[in-house]
C-alpha cells in the first residue's frame, strides 16, 4: 500500500478503534485493582451486547441506502416477547418459536421494504410506524413480563463456551477460563457474512449505489427498488435474529424491553463512520462503536459511584466529538475540490 | 472489412412513438432510424422532444403507443428500465453525470457487471480492467480512489468509457461534451470514430453546430414534439439545419452583428476595480476593471478561472484576499448579499443547482433576489409581486401558463429567463452572465444576447461568460483570457478574432 | 365533465384536503363509536367533554408541530431531540421554582425565573442543533440525536435522577385552569404559539425565505439570503417551542420526571408534519396543515382510550392509522393501481362503453 492512501473515511474509522483501544487502556490503568485486566472483562462486552452488534450491523447496512429503520428496538422487544409466550404461554418448542419469529422479521421487514421502496414513502415515517406497531404489539400479547423457563432455550442461552487459555486462578486455587455464549459466536457470525456480503457481492455494492446516488444507480441498470427491498427484508430478519440474541440474554420478555435500542445502534454506526446521507459505512467500524459504548457502560459499572445517566452523556459527547469530525472532513473534501 | 456492408444494417428503428405528459403532447407520431457504423445527431431547440426520445428509448420513461425495433430481436422491445435497455444492447451516457460519487471509479466503471472470481467480486481484475479501459482514452488515475476526488470533466469521461465499455449495438451520448474542454472533446470524437468503425450506431445529441459537422454521418431534427425529418450531413447547411429546428427563416445572428456595430461609444465610468483579488485553489490573485456600459468577456478554457474570477468579484466563493472597489468605494464581501447591495448581480453557470428554486413559482423566482435585498421585514406587496412578475414575463417573453406555475416546469431556456428577470428586478449596475446561454435552444440564445448589448446599451455593465467564442465575439467589447488560474491578459475591441482569442487562450509555447 | 365533479376536484387539488379528511373520518368514527363524543358539559364553571379534551391533550403536540414544521422546512431533515428538550426544561423549571428540594409547596424563586429558565434552556438547546445543522452542515438527524441521547442524561443529572415535585396551585394553572376561564389554559397557549408563528411568516418575508433556503440552500445563498442564518432561527425556534412544551407538560402534573416527560412526543410531532401533507424533504410548507396533524393524532388518541384500548396498546392503532394516510398520499399506490387496472382493463372497459 502507498503512503497516504487513506481516504477521510478510513482515516475515521482508524480514529474510531483507535479510540477504543485508548479507553481500554485508560480502563486497565484506572481500574487495575479491579481486575479490568482479565480476559473475561472484555469479552462481556460482546456477550452482553450480542443482540446489539447484529442490530447495528443491520442498521449500517440500512443507513448505507440512505434509509433508516427506528423500529428495531421494539422489533427486538416483540420478539422477545413471542419467544416468551410462544414457549411458556403456549407449549411450542424452542426450535419453532425461533423459527416462527424469525419468518415474522422476514414478514416485517417485507411489509417496510414494499413500503419504501415500492410507495416511496421516507424510511423514518415507515419504520416510526413499525416501531408503534411492533411495541404495541408487544402489550398486546401481554402487558406483564414473561421469563422464560424452557429448558432448551435456558441451554442455549447459558452454555458456556470457555477459551482453553488466558483464564485465572481463583481464591480456592481454581482456574477460571474465560468463556462466551453462542449469541456472541453467532453475532459475530453475522457481522462476517454482513461484511462479505457488502464487500464481495454484486448486491452488496448496489447497496453502496444506490445510497451514493439513487438517479445514478437507476441509470447505471442497477434495480434500484428490488436491491432495497431486499435490504429491508434482511433487515427485519437481522432485527428478529437480535432480539433472539437479545432474549438469549435476559431470558425474558416485558414492554419496555430494548426500548431506545434504535439509536443505539445508530450511535454505533455514527461512531463507526457510517454517514446517515447513505452511501458511506462499514460493519467493522460498527462494531466499534458498539464496543466503545460497551466499555463506557463498563467504566460506570466498575467505578460503582457514577449514576446510569452518565453513560448517556458519555455517548452523546462521544457522538457530538465524532459527528463534528465527519462533518470537518466533509469541509475539508469540498474545500480541496 | 464489413464495414461497407454493415453501413447499410439499421440497429434501431423507432416507428410513431406517442408520449405525453399531463397537459403537455412530449412526442407525437415520431420515427427514428439508427444504421449500423453510423453517428446520428438528434438535432432541435429545448422542448423538441430530444430528451424525451432518449428517455423513451432507455426505458427512464413509459411512451404510449409506438413501437420500437432492434437489430436481431425479432419482435418489438419496450424498456421498461435503463437495466432492460442495456441487456438489448443500448448503452447511454447522460448530459448530467450519471454515476455514484461514493464509489471508486473502478466500481463506477463495472457495477451490474463486476469480473467474479469463485463467485465473489474480483477486486484486483476488475482495477486492472478499469485501468486499460481509461489508458485507452488516455486518462491515467488512480481508480481505487473514489470517484468524487476527480473533477466533473474526468467523470463525465469515465461515464463515456463506461458506456463505450459495455460493448453496445446502439450507444446514445446525450450532450455529453458540455463539461469537456476542447482537448477532451477531440479524444471523444476519437473514440466515436473508431466505434463507428466497429459499427457501433451512435445517437450523438448536443447543441454545438460545429460538432454535429465535425463528426455525425445523419441528422434527425425535431420540432415541438414531432419529426420535422431526417438528413445526410453533407446535404444540410448549418443555416438550413438551424432554420428546420426554429421552423422560420433565420437571419437573427445577422440582425445581432449589426445591433453589435451600434455600441461603441465607451464610458469612462469605472463600476469594478478588483485588485489583487483571489480565491486559495481556484483563482490566482487578479487585477480587473470594468466600466460602465461595456460588456467584458471571460475566455478560457474549461478550469482556466473564468467562472471563479466572477465568483470572487461576487463573493459567490469568499475571496480570500486583495481589494474590491465598487464606483470608488472600497468595498468588503462577507457574503452575496454585499454584492447585491452594492449593485451587482450574479447569473450561475449552474441553472439547476444554484440558479432555480425548482419548487417555488415563477413569481416567487422572480421577486426573491429583490425581497433579499430589501430585507425580511420589508415585505413585498402581494400586488407588487404579481406587476414585477407580469412585467418580466412580457418583457422577456417567458413562455409559462401563469405566474403561479412552478418554475421546474418550465423548460430550461425559460427558466434561464426567469433567472435574468430576478435580476434585472434588482435594477443593477453590473450583472454577470456564466454560461446564461448552456443547453438552450437557438432561438432563446439569441435572444439572451440580444439583451445582453441591450442592457450594456442602456449603461449597465455586464461580464459575460461562454465557452462558445463564437458568442462571445458577437456581444463582448473586450476579452480577459484565463489560464490555469491566471488572468494573463486582455483582448481590446481590435484584437477580438476567432483567431485571436485561440490563440490568447492557448497561449505561447502551447502544444494545443 | 359534470359542474359537481369540477368542484370535486377542485376541492381534492386543495393541498389541505386530504389532512382535513383525515381529521373529519376520526372525528366522524367517533361520533358513532360515541355518540356523546361532541357533547360539552360545564362543570364547576369550566367545560368537559371529549372535543374539549383533545383540544387540551394535543395543545403541546401543537407547540411542538409548530416548531418541526419550520426546522423540516428550512432544513428538509427533522428535530428528533424535541421531547428530550421538553423534559430538559421541565427539569430546569422544577429545579429553578424548588430551590433543588424534592417537593416543595411554595416556590422557592419567582414563577416567572423558572418560566425563563425553562425557556432559556429551549433556545440553547435549539441553538446548538441549529449550530450543528447550519454551520457545521451535520445532517439534522444526526445532530439532533446528541442532544436526544443526552437531553434526558443532563435532566436526571439536575434532578438528580428523582422526580421533583412542585405543589403550588399557581404552578398547575398553565396545565389546567385559570380562575374563571371555562377553557384549559393549554389551548390558549397553542393558540398563542400558532398565531405567533402565523404572524412572523405571513407579515414577514420569512416564510418565503424558509422555504427558498429548503428547496435550495445554494441558490438561496446566491440571491442574497443567509441559509446559515435562516436555519440556525428556525433550530432555534423550535427549541423554544419545545421549550414552552416542557413548562406545559411539567404544570399538568406539577412535577417533573426526567425519564418520561414528553416521551415519544419528537415522533408525534414529525408524524403531525408528515399528516399535514408536508414533505419531511423541506421546501414548501403548510403550518396550518402540521396543526391539523397535531390534532388528527390526539383525536386518534382519545378515540380509542375512548373505546377502551389500553395505552400499550395504542401504538398499534396509530401504526395502522399512518400506514394508511401515508400510503394513500404516496403518488406511487396511484400508479400501481393504474398498471393493476391496465390489466383487468378490458372488464373495466366495457363497462364505460355500456
Request: with cysteine; hydrophobic share 50%.
Amino acid at each position: 500500500m502507498k503512503k497516504l492512501k487513506l481516504e477521510g473515511n478510513q482515516f475515521l474509522l482508524l480514529i474510531t478503534v483507535l479510540l477504543f483501544a485508548v479507553m481500554y487502556v485508560i480502563g486497565l490503568i484506572v481500574f487495575k485493582d479491579n481486575n479490568f485486566g482479565r480476559l473475561q472483562v472484555f469479552l462481556n462486552l460482546f456477550i452482553s451486547n450480542a443482540g446489539l452488534i447484529v442490530i447495528a450491523v443491520s442498521m449500517t447496512m440500512v443507513l448505507i441506502t440512505g434509509g433508516i429503520d427506528i423500529s428495531v428496538g421494539s422489533v427486538v422487544a416483540m420478539t422477545c416477547m413471542l419467544l416468551a409466550w410462544m414457549m411458556e404461554k403456549k407449549g411450542i418448542g424452542a426450535v419453532p418459536a425461533v423459527i416462527i419469529v424469525l419468518l415474522i422479521g422476514i414478514v416485517f421487514g417485507l411489509v417496510q421494504g414494499f413500503l419504501i421502496a415500492y410507495l416511496k414513502i421516507q424510511p423514518f415515517i415507515v419504520t416510526l410506524a413499525g416501531m408503534f406497531f411492533a411495541r404495541g404489539m408487544t402489550a398486546i400479547i401481554s402487558t406483564e413480563m414473561i421469563s422464560i423457563k424452557n429448558e432448551l432455550f435456558l441451554s442455549w442461552a447459558q452454555e458456556k463456551l470457555y477459551f482453553p487459555f488466558g483464564g485465572y486462578v481463583n481464591k480456592k486455587g481454581v482456574v477460571i477460563n474465560p468463556y462466551i455464549y453462542p449469541s456472541v459466536v453467532m453475532a459475530l457470525l453475522v457481522l462476517v457474512i454482513v461484511f462479505l456480503i457488502l464487500k464481495y457481492t454484486k448486491f452488496g455494492r448496489s447497496i453502496y449505489a444506490v445510497g451514493g446516488n439513487e438517479q445514478s444507480a437507476l441509470l447505471m441498470g442497477l434495480n434500484v427498488r428490488r436491491t432495497k427491498l431486499k435490504v429491508y427484508i434482511i433487515d427485519g430478519f437481522l432485527a428478529a435474529f437480535g432480539g433472539f440474541l437479545f432474549c438469549l440474554n435476559t431470558c425474558s420478555g416485558f414492554v419496555e424491553q430494548a426500548k431506545g435500542f434504535e439509536m443505539e445502534a445508530i450511535a454505533g454506526a455514527v461512531i463507526g463512520g457510517t454517514l446517515l446521507t447513505g452511501g458511506v459505512g462499514n460493519v467493522i467500524g460498527s462494531l466499534f462503536g458498539v464496543l466503545i459504548k460497551g466499555t463506557i457502560e463498563t467504566f460506570i459499572t466498575f467505578q460503582g459511584t457514577l449514576s446510569s445517566w452518565w453513560t448517556k452523556i458519555t455517548i452523546a459527547a462521544l457522538l457530538a466529538f465524532f459527528i463534528i469530525l465527519q462533518s470537518l472532513f466533509a469541509k475539508a473534501k469540498e474545500k480541496r475540490k | 472489412m464489413e464495414n461497407s456492408r454493415k453501413e447499410n444494417k439499421i440497429v434501431l428503428t423507432m416507428r410513431h412513438i406517442n408520449k405525453n405528459f399531463p397537459g403537455v403532447v412530449a412526442l407525437q407520431d415520431v420515427d427514428f432510424t439508427l444504421r449500423a457504423g453510423e453517428i446520428h445527431a438528434l438535432m432541435g431547440e429545448n422542448g423538441a422532444g430530444k430528451s424525451t426520445l432518449i428517455k423513451v428509448l432507455t426505458g427512464v420513461e413509459e411512451f404510449e403507443t409506438g413501437e420500437i425495433k432492434i437489430d436481431g430481436m425479432p419482435h418489438s422491445i419496450i424498456n421498461k428500465s435503463p437495466q432492460e435497455a442495456q441487456a438489448n444492447g443500448i448503452s447511454t451516457v447522460y448530459q448530467e453525470v450519471n454515476l455514484c460519487p461514493n464509489l471508486s471509479v473502478a466500481e463506477n466503471l463495472f457495477i451490474g457487471r463486476e469480473p467474479k472470481k469463485f463467485g465473489a467480486i474480483d477486486w484486483k481484475t476488475m482495477n486492472k480492467k478499469s485501468k486499460e479501459v481509461l489508458g485507452s482514452l488516455d486518462i491515467d488515475i488512480d481508480v481505487t480512489k473514489t470517484l468524487d476526488n476527480y473533477s466533473i470533466a474526468i467523470q463525465q469521461m469515465i461515464a463515456i468509457a463506461r458506456a463505450v465499455d459495455m460493448s453496445a449495438k446502439v450507444l446514445i451520448l446525450d450532450e455529453p461534451t458540455s463539461s469537456l474542454d476542447d482537448g477532451e472533446v477531440e479524444k471523444l470524437f476519437t473514440l466515436m470514430r473508431k466505434l463507428k468503425a466497429q459499427g457501433v450506431g451512435i445517437i450523438f445529441v448536443t447543441h454545438f453546430l460545429e460538432q454535429v459537422y465535425e463528426v455525425c454521418d445523419r441528422i434527425t431534427v425535431l420540432r415541438n414534439g414531432a419529426l420535422v425529418g431526417e438528413f445526410e450531413v453533407e446535404k444540410l447547411p448549418r443555416v438550413r439545419l438551424v432554420a428546420e429546428m426554429m421552423g422560420k427563416d433565420f437571419d437573427d445572428l445577422a440582425a445581432i452583428k449589426k445591433s453589435g456595430e451600434e455600441k461603441k461609444k465607451k464610458s469612462e465610468e469605472v463600476v469594478i476595480d478588483a485588485r489583487k483579488l483571489y480565491h486559495a485553489g481556484t483563482i490566482k490573485p487578479f487585477d480587473i476593471q470594468i466600466h460602465k456600459g461595456e460588456v467584458i468577456g471571460l475566455t478560457g478554457l474549461l478550469g482556466s478561472g473564468r467562472s471563479e474570477l466572477a465568483r470572487a468579484i461576487y463573493g459567490a466563493d469568499k475571496a480570500d484576499g486583495g481589494d474590491l472597489f465598487v464606483k470608488g468605494q472600497k468595498l468588503l464581501i462577507g457574503a452575496p448579499i454585499d454584492a447585491m447591495q452594492a449593485g451587482m448581480a450574479y447569473l450561475p453557470e449552474n441553472r439547476k443547482e444554484e440558479g432555480i428554486i425548482a419548487d417555488l413559482s415563477v413569481r416567487e423566482n422572480i421577486i426573491i433576489a429583490l425581497q433579499a435585498k430589501k430585507g425580511i421585514f420589508k415585505q413585498l406587496s402581494r400586488k407588487e409581486q404579481e406587476e414585477f412578475t407580469d412585467k418580466y414575463i412580457e418583457l422577456l417573453q417567458i413562455k409559462t401558463a401563469n405566474r403561479e406555475v412552478p418554475i421546474k416546469q418550465l423548460s430550461g431556456g425559460n427558466q434561464q429567463k426567469v433567472i435574468l428577470g430576478r435580476w434585472l428586478l434588482t435594477n443593477p449596475d453590473f450583472i454577470i452572465l456564466d454560461e446564461p446561454t448552456r443547453g438552450i435552444d437557438i432561438g432563446t440564445k439569441t435572444e439572451i444576447q440580444k439583451l445582453v448589448l441591450r442592457l450594456a446599451g442602456e449603461g449597465m455593465a455586464v461580464m459575460f461568460i461562454s465557452s462558445e467564442i463564437e458568442e462571445m465575439l458577437r456581444t463582448c467589447s473586450r476579452m480577459a483570457v484565463l489560464r490555469d488560474g491566471w488572468k494573463v491578459g486582455e483582448l481590446g475591441e481590435e484584437e477580438l478574432s476567432q483567431e485571436g482569442v485561440m490563440k490568447a487562450i492557448a497561449g505561447g509555447g502551447s502544444d494545443e | 365533465m359534470s359542474n359537481a365533479k369540477k368542484t370535486l376536484r377542485k376541492l381534492t387539488e386543495y393541498k389541505l384536503f386530504l389532512p382535513f379528511l383525515c381529521l373529519a373520518l376520526v372525528l366522524l368514527i367517533n361520533v358513532i363509536k360515541t355518540p356523546t363524543f361532541f357533547a360539552i358539559t360545564i362543570n364547576n364553571g369550566v367545560f368537559y367533554g371529549y372535543i374539549i379534551d383533545v383540544i387540551n391533550r394535543a395543545s403541546e403536540l401543537v407547540i411542538l408541530a409548530v416548531g418541526m414544521t419550520l426546522v423540516v422546512a428550512a432544513s428538509g431533515g427533522t428535530d428528533i431531540s424535541v421531547g428530550a428538550v421538553s423534559a430538559l426544561a421541565g427539569a430546569v423549571c422544577c429545579f429553578v421554582l424548588s430551590g433543588g428540594e424534592q417537593s416543595v409547596n411554595e416556590y422557592h424563586a419567582p414563577y416567572i425565573l423558572g418560566v425563563l429558565a425553562a425557556m432559556a434552556i429551549g433556545i440553547i438547546c435549539g441553538a446548538w442543533n441549529g449550530f450543528l445543522v447550519a454551520k457545521m452542515k451535520i445532517q439534522p438527524m444526526v445532530a439532533t440525536l446528541i442532544l436526544f441521547t443526552a437531553g434526558r442524561g443532563i435532566a436526571q443529572l439536575i434532578t438528580d435522577g428523582q422526580m421533583i415535585y412542585v405543589r403550588v396551585d399557581h404552578f398547575k394553572k398553565l396545565g389546567a385552569f385559570i380562575d374563571g376561564v371555562p377553557l384549559p389554559t393549554p389551548v390558549f397557549a397553542a393558540i398563542f404559539v400558532v398565531i405567533v408563528t402565523m404572524l412572523l411568516l405571513k407579515k414577514t418575508a420569512l416564510g418565503l425565505y424558509i422555504q427558498t433556503v429548503g428547496i435550495n440552500a445554494k441558490a438561496a445563498r446566491l440571491v442574497g439570503l443567509n441559509s446559515t442564518m435562516i436555519q440556525f432561527l428556525t433550530y432555534t425556534y423550535c427549541g423554544l417551542c419545545a421549550g414552552i412544551a416542557g413548562l406545559i407538560i411539567t404544570s399538568r402534573v406539577y412535577s417533573i420526571d426526567a425519564n418520561n416527560a414528553g416521551l415519544n412526543m419528537e415522533l408525534d410531532a414529525i408524524l403531525a408534519v408528515a399528516l399535514g401533507g408536508n414533505s419531511l424533504g423541506g421546501g414548501k410548507f403548510s403550518l396550518a396543515g402540521s396543526v391539523i396533524g397535531a390534532y388528527t393524532i390526539q383525536a386518534l388518541t382519545t378515540t380509542l382510550y375512548a373505546m377502551g384500548v389500553s395505552a400499550d396498546q395504542i401504538p398499534v392503532y396509530k401504526a395502522i392509522v399512518v400506514v394508511i394516510i401515508v400510503s394513500l398520499q404516496s403518488p406511487e399506490l396511484l400508479k400501481i393501481w393504474k398498471n393493476i387496472k391496465k390489466k383487468f382493463g378490458n372488464d373495466g372497459a366495457r363497462k364505460k362503453v355500456a
